[in-house]
């Protein structure tokens, strides 16, 4: 009797440390894809309207308050990021800002703002160019034109272009 229960414990701790060891191996991890450009999203803002008050010098040097306004498009609103673009491959395809869109929990597409100048004006300072982008690294505010209605709900932004693929999720 007392030998069946030796058994029966070397069985049981036989057991445990298989489970012990088995738990402490690392899992392996799927290698992340690589980037020729990377995108990254320091922070966002949803706006409806912007609004900015410049103090303009008249000729007698008194000060004049003029307030500046920008307005999107009826039923839309900004979609206002801060990101960085870094080159990180060593393939010489260029950053297209084609190819970077906001998605919305639908599925639907918006692109960059043709001309997203008006930032500068608003304190979204420094603007990132909207022209192609070849090497380097380039930090700055851009801007969207979304419907009000997909504001409301799951943003990402995605870039998918010849050897970078990226999804960010914005808000969910």
Same mark, same amino acid.
């Given at each position: 009797?007392?030998?069946?229960?030796?058994?029966?414990?070397?069985?049981?701790?036989?057991?445990?440390?298989?489970?012990?060891?088995?738990?402490?191996?690392?899992?392996?991890?799927?290698?992340?894809?690589?980037?020729? #450009? $990377?995108?990254? *999203?320091? %922070?966002?803002?949803?706006?409806? !309207?912007?609004?900015?008050? =410049?103090?303009?010098?008249?000729? /007698?040097?008194?000060?004049?308050?003029?307030?500046?306004?920008?307005?999107?498009?009826?039923?839309?609103?900004?979609?206002?990021?801060?990101?960085?673009?870094?080159?990180?491959?060593?393939?010489?395809?260029?950053?297209? #800002? $084609?190819?970077? *869109?906001? %998605?919305?929990?639908?599925?639907? !597409?918006?692109?960059?703002? =043709?001309?997203?100048?008006?930032? /500068?004006?608003?304190?979204?300072?420094?603007?990132?160019?909207?022209?192609?982008?070849?090497?380097?690294?380039?930090?700055?505010?851009?801007?969207?034109?979304?419907?009000?209605?997909?504001?409301?709900?799951?943003?990402?932004?995605?870039?998918?272009?010849?050897?970078?693929?990226?999804?960010?999720?914005?808000?969910?």
């Amino acid at each position: 009797m007392q030998k069946k229960f030796i058994n029966s414990l070397f069985f049981v701790f036989i057991v445990c440390c298989s489970l012990l060891v088995a738990s402490c191996q690392t899992p392996k991890k799927t290698p992340a894809p690589d980037l020729n #450009w $990377q995108v990254a *999203v320091s %922070k966002f803002e949803i706006k409806d !309207s912007l609004a900015a008050v =410049e103090g303009v010098t008249q000729y /007698d040097g008194s000060i004049l308050n003029v307030t500046h306004t920008q307005t999107p498009d009826s039923g839309k609103v900004y979609l206002i990021l801060e990101a960085t673009v870094s080159k990180v491959g060593n393939q010489s395809d260029p950053f297209d #800002w $084609q190819w970077l *869109v906001v %998605k919305d929990s639908a599925g639907n !597409s918006y692109s960059r703002m =043709e001309n997203d100048s008006f930032l /500068d004006q608003y304190q979204f300072s420094p603007r990132i160019t909207g022209l192609e982008l070849r090497l380097g690294e380039y930090s700055g505010w851009m801007c969207f034109e979304i419907p009000a209605a997909a504001a409301k709900a799951k943003l990402t932004l995605t870039y998918t272009a010849a050897g970078s693929q990226q999804e960010i999720v914005l808000q969910k």
